[in-house]
């Protein structure tokens, strides 16, 4: 593993030439000879593929994704909760969708969910949603509403998954708390001398550590979430906006309903794009809030207890506070987290988030009016 933690630190992570990515695709049932062009999507943490294969007949499509397991150590468990929680899903869809909302694993030609490569890397393909787009933004309000719904009804139809727990593939996810004392730690030692480039922009976000405290997971009802709901994270049909499947299952674990919602709404409400360096684009839209109240709690069907609906308008404020708290962090860490495509690229995701949880905090009021409407119609 240590060999692989070194490579993949970084942004070393790709593999550039398209025939070994060919080669490990024929380690998966697919029919037909695999050709890919490249990387795929905007996932700031795996490496995803498009691969197509013809044969005489027609044209199949797949993801091929290598899972970074610099960041998730466990990559046979995560692949244990992806098959319990997909077939989980899948034995409920069957009656209200026929699967087409579930991502459909495709085996390895030994039988087994991922291919380990000899490099110790581990693979998992999927069927390509060939409908399904993803957006960094919504166009509208109708994709915030089918977004939140799609992650409502993922949490809802999760609800009885039962024992065993899954494991979780990144231990205290998001307890902000830890999330905090982590940044103050790196703030310390500086390790890669970068603090004195941010030296103001550090010591606004130690001015507001009480955010680090607004959401404590063990105060609230332990509930198998997603864990990861930006938006790019559900598909949405190309041209009628409708939602699809929910993406990205790496993180599906054991969690709080409130950082699902708090994390879409950072994604889905916000009027620029995560790493947005206009700062005066970076907004908070009540009208998309709205829009995710709606269809957050038609999804999950009456299953959030009060405390959780309480706590809905302060979740997205918390959860910004410790995206922007991990942007930063990584970025005096020397970017060895999430990829960056530019210099300074965590730096501009630390403050795009900054501005963003305070235009949320102008709007706080506004946000508990909306809940207090919706919270009996559904
Ligand atoms: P990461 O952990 O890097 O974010 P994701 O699993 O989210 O990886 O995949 C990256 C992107 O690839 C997604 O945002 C989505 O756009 C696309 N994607 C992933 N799986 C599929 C699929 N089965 N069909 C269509 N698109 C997919
Ligand atoms: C990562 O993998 P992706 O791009 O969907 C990250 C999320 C962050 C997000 C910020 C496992 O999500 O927690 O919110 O980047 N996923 C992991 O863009 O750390
Ligand atoms: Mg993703």
Same mark, same amino acid.
């Given at each position: 593993?240590?060999?692989?933690?070194?490579?993949?630190?970084?942004?070393?992570?790709?593999?550039?030439?398209n025939?070994?990515?060919?080669?490990?695709?024929?380690?998966?049932?697919?029919d037909?000879?695999?050709?890919?062009?490249? *990387?795929?999507?905007?996932g700031?943490?795996?490496?995803?593929?498009?691969?197509t294969?013809?044969?005489?007949?027609?044209?199949?499509?797949?993801?091929? *994704?290598?899972?970074?397991h610099?960041?998730?150590?466990?990559?046979?468990? +995560?692949?244990?909760?992806?098959?319990?929680?997909t077939?989980h899903?899948?034995?409920?869809?069957?009656?209200?969708?026929?699967?087409?909302?579930?991502?459909t694993?495709i085996?390895?030609r030994?039988?087994?969910?991922?291919?380990?490569?000899?490099d110790?890397?581990?693979?998992?393909?999927?069927?390509?949603?060939a409908d399904g787009?993803?957006? &960094?933004?919504?166009?509208? &309000?109708?994709?915030?509403?089918?977004?939140?719904?799609?992650?409502g009804?993922?949490?809802?139809?999760?609800?009885? +998954?039962?024992?065993p727990?899954l494991?979780?593939?990144?231990?205290?996810?998001?307890?902000?708390?830890?999330?905090f004392?982590?940044?103050?730690?790196?703030?310390?030692?500086?390790?890669?001398?970068?603090?004195?480039?941010?030296?103001?922009?550090?010591?606004?976000?130690?001015?507001?550590?009480e955010?680090?405290?607004?959401?404590?997971?063990?105060?609230f009802?332990?509930?198998?979430?997603?864990?990861?709901?930006?938006?790019?994270?559900?598909?949405?049909?190309?041209t009628?906006?409708?939602?699809i499947?929910?993406?990205d299952? &790496?993180?599906?674990?054991?969690?709080?309903?409130?950082?699902?919602?708090?994390?879409?709404v950072?994604?889905?409400?916000?009027?620029a794009?995560?790493?947005?360096?206009?700062?005066?684009?970076?907004?908070?839209?009540?009208?998309?809030?709205d829009?995710?109240?709606?269809?957050?709690?038609?999804?999950c069907?009456?299953?959030l207890?009060?405390?959780e609906?309480?706590?809905?308008?302060?979740?997205?404020?918390?959860?910004?506070?410790?995206?922007?708290?991990?942007?930063?962090?990584?970025?005096?860490?020397?970017?060895v987290?999430?990829k960056?495509?530019r210099?300074?690229?965590?730096?501009?995701?630390a403050?795009?988030?900054?501005?963003?949880?305070?235009?949320?905090?102008?709007f706080?009021?506004?946000?508990? &009016?909306?809940?207090?409407?919706?919270?009996?119609?559904?």
């Amino acid at each position: 593993m240590t060999k692989g933690k070194n490579v993949l630190q970084s942004n070393l992570l790709s593999i550039t030439k398209n025939n070994q990515i060919e080669e490990i695709s024929s380690y998966f049932c697919i029919d037909g000879e695999p050709e890919t062009s490249g *990387q795929y999507g905007n996932g700031n943490v795996n490496d995803t593929y498009l691969i197509t294969c013809s044969d005489k007949d027609d044209e199949n499509v797949y993801t091929l *994704q290598r899972i970074n397991h610099f960041v998730f150590k466990d990559p046979v468990a +995560l692949m244990n909760n992806f098959e319990r929680v997909t077939s989980h899903l899948l034995s409920k869809s069957i009656e209200q969708n026929h699967g087409k909302d579930v991502l459909t694993l495709i085996p390895t030609r030994d039988g087994k969910s991922f291919h380990l490569d000899m490099d110790g890397y581990y693979w998992r393909m999927t069927k390509f949603i060939a409908d399904g787009k993803s957006f &960094d933004v919504p166009e509208h &309000d109708g994709h915030a509403f089918e977004a939140a719904k799609a992650f409502g009804q993922f949490q809802a139809n999760l609800n009885d +998954l039962g024992e065993p727990a899954l494991v979780e593939t990144i231990p205290a996810f998001h307890n902000t708390r830890k999330r905090f004392d982590r940044f103050t730690e790196i703030v310390s030692r500086n390790p890669k001398n970068r603090l004195i480039e941010v030296e103001d922009l550090v010591e606004l976000f130690l001015k507001h550590e009480e955010f680090a405290d607004a959401i404590k997971r063990p105060e609230f009802p332990r509930r198998v979430v997603h864990n990861d709901t930006k938006l790019n994270n559900v598909l949405l049909h190309q041209t009628t906006g409708k939602a699809i499947c929910v993406v990205d299952l &790496d993180t599906v674990m054991p969690g709080c309903a409130l950082h699902d919602f708090g994390d879409l709404v950072r994604t889905a409400a916000n009027a620029a794009d995560e790493d947005e360096t206009d700062l005066g684009k970076v907004q908070f839209l009540p009208s998309r809030f709205d829009a995710i109240v709606d269809g957050y709690l038609m999804g999950c069907q009456g299953m959030l207890i009060e405390k959780e609906i309480k706590n809905l308008a302060i979740a997205p404020v918390a959860i910004t506070y410790e995206l922007a708290l991990r942007f930063l962090t990584d970025f005096l860490e020397g970017d060895v987290y999430f990829k960056t495509h530019r210099e300074d690229h965590n730096v501009d995701r630390a403050k795009s988030q900054f501005t963003l949880m305070k235009s949320m905090l102008t709007f706080m009021e506004e946000m508990e &009016d909306i809940i207090r409407t919706k919270r009996d119609l559904f």
